[in-house]
């Protein structure tokens, strides 16, 4: 029996369930499944990705920029430190900024001014060319060699030249002979600086070259209305030595409007009165005397428009001026249209070269 036993087959000595059931061979063991992946937590998840990294297949984590970042020794533009509206600008450049400025003018002057023992200043075709410069040592304070002042341009002076210009750090006539010219030296502080108005106080001397010498000293005033308009007057008091006779005194009280039809297109429309000669107005008062010194009136139009270069800025004009439209005498006044001057010029503003509290 134990040899019938050994005889059966190994399959016969496996067993599944009971003892007369055949054993099952073993199975090999199930490869567990693998746990579905967690959803990230919130508080680690990364950004979603920019529109330029969804873009950008060969590498998703560049980012294009649309502008080159700052450097950090990039100069200030001009326009955002001074302003780039022409009539919401102050009466003096902000401090470490110089100004280059340049204007041609050409015109006729076919009348000569009244109360003078003798005509003074050019006439016939008059062209003159002058370049100025100027620069801003501290806060409030400018000091340049220009016939040009923010507030004061075009001057309402009649003496020396009409208006014709002649003055400048490099100056000279064109006709009706060539010259060259003065010098103005000025010095401006800004005693006031307020949103809607602006006051200074102007010294102007004039080294002469070509005429005589010659002060004025001024108190210009800037209203400006929201930021976009702005009115210039003021007064100034001259002193101009006369060679053939006693010193000139006048009174010039300038009045400009201007307006900024957009950042960069202005307008300005230019008069004021000019009181010539005030020690003769008091001698033919109390004489009594017909031909007394004549008062002018100017009138003048001009169109601007400043333009941005890098980080410096330009205004670039023309104007139209009559500088003594209307005059008047203590007995007798008069329209002259006949003399008339056209002015073109530029002006470039540098960056803010320097800072800091000394000069």
Same mark, same amino acid.
């Given at each position: 029996?134990?040899?019938?036993?050994?005889?059966?087959?190994?399959?016969?000595?496996?067993?599944?369930?009971?003892?007369?059931?055949?054993?099952?061979?073993?199975?090999?063991?199930?490869? #567990?499944?693998?746990?579905?992946?967690?959803?990230?937590? /919130?508080?680690?998840?990364?950004?979603?990705?920019?529109?330029?990294?969804? &873009?950008?297949?060969?590498?998703?984590?560049?980012?294009?920029?649309? $502008?080159?970042?700052?450097?950090?020794?990039?100069?200030?533009?001009?326009?955002?430190?001074?302003?780039?509206?022409?009539?919401?600008?102050?009466? =003096?450049?902000?401090?470490?900024?110089? &100004?280059? =400025?340049?204007?041609?003018?050409?015109?006729? &002057?076919?009348?000569?001014?009244?109360?003078?023992?003798?005509?003074?200043? /050019?006439?016939?075709?008059?062209?003159?060319?002058?370049?100025?410069?100027?620069?801003?040592?501290?806060?409030?304070?400018?000091?340049?060699?220009?016939?040009?002042?923010?507030?004061?341009? #075009?001057?309402?002076?009649?003496?020396? +030249?009409?208006?014709?210009?002649?003055?400048?750090?490099?100056?000279?006539?064109?006709? #009706? $002979?060539?010259?060259?010219?003065?010098?103005?030296?000025?010095?401006?502080?800004?005693?006031?600086? &307020?949103?809607?108005?602006?006051?200074?106080?102007?010294?102007?001397?004039?080294? #002469?070259?070509?005429?005589?010498?010659?002060?004025?000293?001024?108190?210009?005033?800037?209203?400006?209305?929201?930021?976009?308009?702005?009115?210039? =007057?003021?007064?100034?008091?001259?002193?101009?030595?006369?060679?053939?006779?006693?010193?000139?005194?006048?009174?010039?009280?300038?009045?400009?409007?201007?307006?900024?039809?957009?950042?960069?297109?202005?307008?300005?429309?230019?008069?004021?009165?000019?009181?010539?000669?005030?020690?003769?107005?008091?001698?033919?008062?109390?004489?009594?005397?017909?031909?007394?010194?004549?008062?002018?009136?100017?009138?003048?139009?001009?169109?601007?428009?400043?333009?941005?270069?890098?980080? +410096?800025?330009?205004?670039?004009?023309?104007?139209?001026?009559?500088?003594?439209?209307?005059?008047? +005498? =203590?007995?007798?006044?008069?329209?002259?249209?006949?003399?008339?001057?056209?002015?073109?010029?530029?002006?470039?503003?540098?960056?803010?070269?320097?800072?800091?509290?000394?000069?």
């Amino acid at each position: 029996m134990s040899l019938a036993f050994l005889a059966q087959p190994a399959a016969a000595l496996a067993q599944s369930g009971s003892w007369g059931e055949p054993i099952a061979s073993p199975s090999k063991p199930a490869i #567990p499944d693998e746990p579905e992946p967690a959803e990230p937590n /919130p508080d680690w998840a990364d950004a979603p990705p920019t529109e330029s990294e969804q &873009r950008s297949a060969t590498n998703p984590d560049w980012v294009e920029e649309t $502008e080159a970042p700052l450097v950090g020794n990039m100069k200030d533009r001009a326009s955002e430190i001074y302003g780039i509206r022409y009539a919401n600008r102050k009466l =003096t450049m902000p401090r470490g900024m110089m &100004r280059g =400025t340049f204007d041609t003018v050409v015109g006729r &002057r076919t009348e000569d001014a009244q109360g003078m023992g003798q005509p003074f200043g /050019p006439t016939g075709t008059i062209s003159t060319m002058n370049f100025g410069v100027a620069i801003s040592l501290a806060k409030g304070f400018e000091l340049g060699f220009s016939r040009y002042r923010m507030g004061s341009f #075009p001057g309402v002076s009649v003496f020396p +030249t009409f208006g014709f210009g002649g003055e400048g750090l490099i100056t000279f006539s064109m006709s #009706p $002979e060539a010259k060259f010219g003065d010098i103005p030296v000025y010095a401006r502080f800004e005693a006031l600086s &307020r949103e809607h108005v602006k006051l200074a106080f102007d010294a102007v001397f004039r080294i #002469p070259s070509r005429t005589e010498f010659g002060f004025l000293g001024g108190i210009p005033l800037r209203f400006i209305i929201q930021e976009q308009f702005s009115f210039d =007057t003021g007064f100034e008091f001259t002193v101009d030595t006369n060679p053939a006779g006693p010193s000139v005194w006048s009174l010039n009280i300038p009045f400009t409007f201007i307006a900024n039809a957009t950042d960069q297109l202005f307008i300005k429309v230019h008069s004021g009165m000019n009181l010539f000669d005030l020690s003769q107005t008091i001698r033919t008062m109390t004489s009594g005397l017909v031909n007394g010194p004549f008062y002018f009136i100017p009138l003048g139009l001009a169109v601007g428009y400043t333009v941005e270069a890098r980080s +410096t800025m330009m205004d670039v004009f023309a104007s139209f001026r009559f500088p003594g439209f209307y005059g008047f +005498t =203590t007995r007798e006044s008069r329209l002259n249209a006949e003399t008339w001057q056209v002015t073109i010029g530029l002006n470039i503003y540098s960056p803010v070269l320097f800072k800091g509290r000394a000069l």
